[in-house]
């Protein structure tokens, strides 16, 4: 399994950013992905994921109204659209996959659901 986050970089408050997760090696239909950050000093928390098998996805209410999951089955990529970016999204962005047999709203909660994950993109806001 190897999933590769791009995207990421430094914009204003109010900007937009949309990430890339580029995934290879697993059956993309069958898994979930799920889009975690990580700021400094503070604890990796859910941002958003979608279940690839079902077509459900879920957002932490942080970013809920703002940000949009989507995966294009085609290319094997999940994107997340950010909208309305507020430092408070300051963080390294992650992208995990794993066959994961608990609601979305369950998932995003526990990243050790999740397996498998990329190497993360640092997405900045400044104000």
């Known amino acids: 399994v190897q999933l590769v986050e791009s995207g990421g970089g430094l914009v204003q408050a109010g900007g937009s950013l949309r990430l890339s997760c580029a995934a290879s090696?697993?059956?993309?239909?069958?898994?979930?992905i799920g889009w975690f950050r990580q700021a400094p000093g503070k604890a990796r928390e859910g941002v958003s994921c979608?279940?690839?098998?079902?077509?459900?996805?879920y957002y932490a209410e942080s970013v809920k109204g703002r940000f949009t999951i989507s995966s294009d089955n085609a290319t094997n990529t999940v994107y997340l659209q950010m909208n309305s970016l507020k430092p408070a999204d300051t963080a390294i962005y992650y992208c995990?996959?794993?066959?994961?047999?608990?609601?979305?709203?369950?998932?995003?909660?526990?990243?050790?659901?999740?397996?498998?994950w990329g190497q993360g993109t640092q997405v900045t806001v400044s104000s």
């Open positions: 995990a996959a794993d066959i994961v047999l608990v609601p979305m709203a369950v998932a995003i909660r526990v990243p050790s659901l999740f397996d498998s």
């Open positions: 090696g697993f059956t993309f239909d069958d898994y979930a």
């Open positions: 979608i279940d690839n098998s079902a077509g459900h996805t």
